[in-house]
């Protein structure tokens, strides 16, 4: 999957990544597509972390309309303000205890995934769309300085036509990014 994704890198469609491969069911290739965009993000966001501070991004906000809090139930129980780079190592910290739970994504092909695989994923989808969301609106100089553009809209172009055919993202989670999105999704 990797190499068919760096395959169309700048290509205008992606129906083929999107796609259920023959052979997977739909809950796996959602599975294995969460892995892959969670992949992506982290090193997405790893390219402008070191400009990505507590001081620099005192909130995780995409714009001035936006700002997400972050709650987890356990360590945060109410929804908490916290800077940028805290709610995504929160976020990217409770994504991968979600990816290795194996009562959510099982690896035993004999094991099942729960009847409400997609309503569980929404969740990820909405917070991983959060970090696009950041890296565009407070640092998108930096992803331009160092010539990260085109990989840039590539993921968020594959990541919304992906979560959007799936229907793991709600269309109101999408509005601080809406105008890039139908840009992305007119080409």
């Given at each position: 999957?990797?190499?068919?994704?760096?395959?169309?890198?700048?290509?205008?469609?992606?129906?083929n990544?999107?796609?259920?491969?023959?052979?997977?069911?739909?809950?796996?290739?959602?599975?294995?597509?969460?892995?892959?965009?969670?992949?992506?993000?982290?090193?997405?966001y790893?390219?402008?972390m070191?400009?990505?501070?507590?001081?620099?991004?005192?909130?995780?906000?995409?714009?001035?309309?936006?700002?997400?809090?972050?709650?987890?139930?356990?360590r945060?129980?109410?929804?908490?303000?916290?800077?940028?780079?805290?709610?995504?190592?929160?976020?990217?910290?409770?994504?991968?205890?979600?990816?290795?739970?194996?009562?959510?994504?099982?690896?035993?092909?004999?094991?099942?995934?729960?009847?409400?695989?997609?309503?569980?994923?929404?969740?990820?989808y909405?917070?991983?769309?959060?970090?696009?969301?950041?890296?565009?609106?407070?640092?998108?100089?930096?992803?331009?300085?160092?010539?990260?553009?085109?990989?840039?809209?590539?993921?968020?172009?594959?990541?919304?036509?992906?979560?959007?055919?799936?229907?793991?993202?709600?269309?109101?989670?999408?509005a601080?990014?809406?105008?890039?999105?139908?840009?992305?999704?007119?080409?």
């Amino acid at each position: 999957m990797h190499k068919s994704t760096i395959a169309t890198l700048g290509a205008g469609d992606m129906s083929n990544l999107i796609a259920i491969p023959p052979n997977m069911n739909e809950n796996e290739w959602l599975a294995v597509s969460t892995e892959d965009f969670f992949e992506k993000i982290n090193l997405l966001y790893g390219n402008v972390m070191e400009v990505c501070t507590a001081e620099s991004c005192p909130t995780m906000s995409a714009g001035p309309l936006f700002e997400y809090l972050w709650q987890d139930n356990r360590r945060y129980k109410k929804a908490t303000a916290l800077s940028a780079p805290e709610y995504v190592d929160c976020l990217m910290e409770w994504i991968q205890e979600q990816m290795e739970d194996e009562s959510l994504f099982p690896t035993d092909p004999a094991v099942p995934f729960p009847k409400d695989f997609k309503v569980r994923l929404a969740p990820l989808y909405k917070r991983m769309f959060r970090v696009f969301g950041h890296i565009y609106h407070c640092h998108f100089s930096t992803v331009r300085s160092i010539g990260m553009e085109a990989h840039l809209n590539t993921c968020f172009k594959h990541f919304i036509k992906f979560s959007t055919t799936y229907q793991l993202i709600q269309k109101k989670e999408m509005a601080p990014m809406q105008e890039l999105i139908d840009r992305l999704l007119a080409k």
